[in-house]
């Protein structure tokens, strides 16, 4: 079993190709190709912490949908992004707006947004967000999961530090348009 994380997919969100520049023709490329990219990284016993904003726009029906769709054992930071609809959405296994955890022997500190401080930042945990879509200047232990800043597609931890040491802004894919 794999542990990945991502943020910011925005399923079902019309202003996101505009105000992110995403390279898809339309919404609806947008959204298939960000399930393709999950489903091809993600297998079904593979655990995913979504960041955060997950779905805006789309009816319930159409975010259940979506969530069923993904491989993996899901699980919900919840973003400024995400409505009532979306967190109450079957195929959660737990939501909430901030979690402490341990990968692969590092402690993380998962929230959607960025912090200037956090539990256990002396002791070397890690903080993993979203809602900055590739903008924010990295700093030390702090890392921008989202899809815009990690290729599109969820990613594992390894690949999170190994980005950061190369230096690269992507660890995924090119999108198709």
Same mark, same amino acid.
């Given at each position: 079993m794999a542990v990945f994380f991502t943020s910011d997919t925005h399923f079902g969100d019309p202003r996101i190709l505009r105000l $992110? =520049? @995403?390279?898809f023709a339309d919404l609806a490329a947008h $959204?298939?190709? #960000?399930?393709?990219? /999950?489903?091809? =990284?993600?297998?079904?016993?593979?655990? &995913? /912490?979504h960041l955060g904003d997950f779905a805006l726009g789309p009816p319930p029906e159409r975010v259940r949908a979506i969530l069923d769709? #993904?491989?993996? !054992?899901? @699980? #919900?930071?919840?973003?400024?992004? $995400?409505?009532? $609809?979306t967190r109450a959405a079957p195929g959660w296994a737990w939501t909430g707006t901030y979690a402490e955890t341990v990968v692969a022997g590092r402690a993380l500190v998962l929230c959607h947004y960025a912090f200037r401080t956090w539990n256990g930042i002396g002791r070397g945990a890690l903080n993993l967000h979203g809602h900055s879509?590739?903008?924010? @200047?990295?700093?030390p232990k +702090?890392?921008? &999961?989202? &899809?815009?800043? +990690?290729?599109? &597609?969820?990613? !594992? #931890?390894d690949e999170i530090l190994v980005s950061r040491r190369r230096n690269r802004n992507s660890t995924g894919p090119e999108p198709s348009a």
């Open positions: $992110d =520049r @995403r390279p $959204d298939a190709a #960000l399930v393709a990219g /999950w489903n091809a =990284r993600v297998g079904p016993e593979d655990e &995913v /912490w769709g #993904l491989n993996g !054992t899901k @699980r #919900l930071i919840v973003g400024n992004n $995400d409505g009532p $609809d879509h590739g903008q924010l @200047r990295p700093v +702090q890392y921008d &999961v989202g &899809v815009d800043a +990690q290729g599109f &597609v969820p990613v !594992t #931890l």
